[in-house]
Structure formats: structure tokens, C-alpha cells
Nanobody, 127 residues
Framework: QVRLVESGGGPVQAGGTLRLSCAAV?????????MGWFRQAPGKEREFVAA????????TYEDSVKGRFTISRDNAKNVMYLQMNSLKVDDTAVYYC???????????????????WGQGTQVTVSS
């Protein structure tokens, strides 16, 4: 059984902060999964935001969030986070966490390479 549950979204003013969480339930250890955050704004395709490798020692970000967002994970608690600072109106979207199981510990930015998804949490940034 695989389950990913996002939380922490909500309304925020531009310049504000939010921290998203993704709680994971897997049949195998959480540390077996490369994890990622994606987002989808109304009328747009789902896009990559950030990814983190299995031990949490390597990360990658979409250019527009670099320096503002930080992805992290706690393998002991089976939780991944996305700290979002200096939020912009353009960050408004549904944010999804995703998991990729496999032997390779490589960061992935293509949504097609993630096999497990949460239901999403809405982030709305107002000016």
C-alpha cells in the first residue's frame, strides 16, 4: 500500500512563507524513494518544483524557485517538506508530492518518472 498525503497549503500574501509536508506510507522504507514536489496552476501543465535524493543529501530545483524554496526530508519520520519563502503570485498552484521507487538514486524532474502521487494541496498567493 502506498499513500502520500500533502498538507500545509493555504492562502498567503506575496512575500509570505508556507511549509508543505508530505507524509508517506509505503510498504518499503521511505528511504528507498526519490521524492519530488510538482505543481499545477489553473490552465497550465503540471511542472517540476524540486526533488531530493534518497538520503536527502542532494537536491535540485526549478529555476524560478531557486533561493526561495527548500526541499528536505526526514526518513525517520517518513515525511518530506517544502519550505517556501518569498512567495509570489505566480507560485499559486496545487502542489503535489511524488515518489519514485527504484535502485537508482538519481534526481528526476520529469513527472512521468514518478509512480506515486498525493492528492495535492492548494497554495494561493495574493498580492
Amino acid at each position: 500500500q502506498v499513500r502520500l498525503v500533502e498538507s500545509g497549503g493555504g492562502p498567503v500574501q506575496a512575500g509570505g512563507t508556507l511549509r508543505l509536508s508530505c507524509a508517506a506510507v509505503f510498504g518499503t522504507p521511505f528511504s528507498d524513494y526519490v521524492m519530488g514536489w510538482f505543481r499545477q496552476a489553473p490552465g497550465k501543465e503540471r511542472e517540476f518544483v524540486a526533488a531530493i535524493n534518497k538520503p536527502g543529501s542532494a537536491t535540485t530545483y526549478e529555476d524560478s524557485v531557486k533561493g526561495r524554496f527548500t526541499i528536505s526530508r526526514d526518513n525517520a519520520k517518513n515525511v518530506m517538506y517544502l519550505q517556501m519563502n518569498s512567495l509570489k503570485v505566480d507560485d499559486t498552484a496545487v502542489y503535489y508530492c511524488a515518489a519514485r521507487y527504484g535502485f537508482q538514486d538519481e534526481l528526476r524532474t520529469n513527472s512521468n518518472e514518478y509512480g506515486y502521487w498525493g492528492q495535492g494541496t492548494q497554495v494561493t498567493v495574493s498580492s
